[in-house]
DNA sequence: GTCTATATTGTGATAGAC
DNA sequence: GTCTATCACAATATAGAC
């Protein structure tokens, strides 16, 4: 019990910064939002800055989990799922990722490690792609999967601020299964029939 | 000779706003910037939303122009010129688009208006793309089509930030071409062989 | 048109009592 | 651990002299 109220103070911050952005959020509303002097906060954290930071670890930690997929055989549906459980992580941080230059400005010290999430995404969707193409579910090149998977890593990373643009007066409206989708669509054209065939159905369901 | 200190107050804010975004600079920056005092600054803007209301009124009409494709026969070079030019008035405006929600938040009125580029976007992709199928150049059912279309949007939208993110130390280091590039090979998959292959060609530069 | 001076408010952060 | 009170400073914006 004793973390209870440092644990109240990140989980408001990062309602409230998911749903007003970062910079747009002060000290003041976070301590207002769960009934705490502003004294209080900063005995728990010495900056705001250090808030930012702590979310920032656990965002690393629940996404690191994830992109640590093995070199294992992958199915069509075993990537649904784990496309599903990233779009989850990205929209539970979102803060993050819809102000992405701004935040990485503010904090520089965020840079090395978000470059860094970003190389995994990539080495990610690598180790996907490369397990589609040995089962034969994937057929392109080298250059082609390069491609291709830099556009997935792109489209991971900015697909919910881009669907938010739309929704932005009720921004928690989003449904990520179109996320997962679009995703998929770019790796359509280069799946054998048989799987393609099962996209095109399930288009009806997001188009 | 009248406009002098307005305009230069507009160009010196539009490219402190792209380098260090636009929450990030103060109106004594800017006034600094270009050796005028505050009050100065303050008798040509009443406001700082004034500036950036005023330098969204130069974006949409420079993107609003670009966009007005007109529904006639489309060349592949033609596209490539076009998608150069979006790139490259995106990255004059870039301050928009580095932190999109944030500023959208920040300065409400400029939702709706934003909202319709996007769509005019759209329309644009779908122009082009209708164009390629009728001339036997791209070969896409009209579910592919709409998908493929809504994925140059994003990608139109956000490639230039994505890229940025790993250039966050100097930031004009951006090769725009790369991101022409990069909607190329999302259209490429649906392309005649012949131009599939000028595409593959001229990914060596790109790779 | 431009400047200096200043009002006003907001924001991150600290000191010290309870 | 929590509160009240307050500091220091920066930001937008205005007033009035030149």
Not at 9 to 18: M, Q
Not at 98 to 109: G, K, P, T
Not at 174 to 189: E, I, N, S, T, W
Request: hydrophobic share 40%; aromatic share 12%.
């Amino acid at each position: 019990m004793k973390r209870k109220t440092r644990d109240r103070i990140l989980h408001a911050s990062l309602e409230l910064f998911n749903s007003r952005g970062e910079s747009n959020v002060t000290t003041l509303q976070i301590a207002d939002e769960i009934d705490i002097s502003p004294g209080n906060l900063y005995y728990h954290f010495k900056s705001k800055s250090d808030i930012v930071t702590e979310l920032y670890d656990w965002f690393e930690d629940q996404i690191g989990d994830l992109l640590a997929v093995p070199e294992v055989e992958i199915s069509v549906d075993d990537q649904w799922l784990f496309l599903h459980l990233l779009f989850e992580t990205i929209a539970h941080f979102r803060f993050l990722y819809q102000d992405l230059v701004n935040v990485l400005s503010r904090y520089e010290h965020l840079q090395p490690r978000f470059q860094r999430i970003i190389k995994r995404k990539y080495d990610a969707s690598h180790r996907i792609c490369d397990s589609f193409r040995k089962q034969g579910i994937l057929t392109a090149s080298n250059q082609e999967t390069d491609a291709l998977c830099h556009q997935i890593v792109l489209t991971l990373t900015y697909w919910l601020s881009f669907e938010t643009l739309s929704h932005l007066n009720d921004r928690d409206a989003v449904d990520l299964g179109r996320g997962v989708y679009q995703v998929m669509v770019l790796v359509a054209p280069y799946l054998r029939d048989e799987e393609r065939m099962v996209l095109e159905r399930m288009s009806q369901d997001y188009l």
